[in-house]
């Protein structure tokens, strides 16, 4: 009973943080509705330059087609969703990108509220909720218009975190595959996070070799991450073909997952290690620690 209480907690804050930071950026909606210079073709105008760029690549796809060398970033992560969109629902191109950020940027709540629960501190998640919606400089990079994909970047972040955190708490067989399915999901969706992912994962890495080398279902998780980190060196980071990417990825985990629950013996800490010193070899054979190298070379070693 205890625990669907708490569950119930969580599912208010969060409608109440998500509903409290659509309202904030809806106000912004109801401010401009009545001047003309916000509107072309009777619908609102995108707000920012990475916006129209991302928009090329959603009309493009819709249309089904791009000229050569246009630089259209065609089949983009971003203005994929927008292409389903548009497809499944009867909305317009331009009314979709417009409002996105106002629906999805919200979504920051969820993993806040549920690291607190974690933490065991929902009173100051509930908190933290509510300000993350409405930080400042979050509010104003996600603002109607701003189609670009700050929209979900900490979010996604902040979910890897949970369910690192939610392992560690856990012990939970499935907690084991989470981690690397939203690695590839923030991976597809902003090629950028890279630099973040990695900090992640060997914080992740560090903190179970000095305080729970024994607990497999921590390595056991650092191979499913491993999975979606080396396909992005493997593959190119060009993001008109993250999807393709994502989808391999998607597969390859569910692949090893499946087989890991079939066989169990492939989890043994013998065979755990031979896959991951096979996957650490991939990793720097395709160059996975050429960002940090060429960083340090920048700002530590530079002249």
């Not at 189609?147 to 902040?158: C, I, P, Q, R």
Request: aromatic share 20%; proline share 3%.
């Amino acid at each position: 009973m205890h625990k669907v209480s708490v569950n119930c907690k969580i599912l208010l804050i969060f409608l109440a943080a998500y509903l409290f930071g659509f309202v904030a950026r809806m106000l912004w909606v109801l401010w401009a509705k009545d001047m003309p210079e916000f509107y072309f073709n009777g619908e609102f105008m995108l707000t920012t330059n990475d916006a129209y760029y991302y928009a090329e690549s959603a009309r493009d796809m819709l249309a089904g087609f791009h000229q050569q060398n246009d630089f259209s970033p065609f089949n983009h992560p971003i203005s994929t969703i927008v292409f389903y969109i548009c497809k499944i629902f009867p909305f317009k191109i331009e009314s979709v990108m417009f409002y996105m950020s106002i629906f999805l940027a919200p979504l920051i709540a969820l993993p806040v509220i549920l690291i607190s629960n974690e933490l065991k501190a929902l009173k100051a998640g509930a908190v933290a909720a509510f300000m993350s919606v409405i930080l400042p400089s979050y509010l104003s990079r996600t603002s109607p218009g701003y189609f670009d994909s700050d929209m979900l970047n900490v979010t996604f972040a902040l979910f890897i975190i949970y369910f690192l955190i939610r392992l560690l708490n856990t012990n939970e067989q499935k907690f084991i595959v989470l981690p690397g399915v939203f690695v590839s999901l923030y991976l597809w969706w902003y090629q950028s996070s890279y630099a973040l992912i990695l900090s992640i994962f060997f914080m992740f890495l560090l903190y179970t070799i000095v305080f729970m080398r024994d607990r497999l279902q921590n390595y056991q998780a650092i191979f499913f991450i491993f999975i979606s980190i080396v396909s992005s060196n493997v593959f190119t980071k060009d993001p008109l073909i993250a999807n393709k990417i994502l989808i391999f990825n998607l597969v390859v985990i569910a692949l090893f997952f499946s087989l890991f629950c079939k066989y169990k013996n492939l989890l043994s800490a013998r065979k755990l290690a031979i896959f991951l010193t096979l996957m650490l070899a991939i990793f720097i054979y395709f160059g996975g620690f050429d960002f940090i190298t060429s960083k340090m070379g920048i700002y530590v070693f530079k002249g």
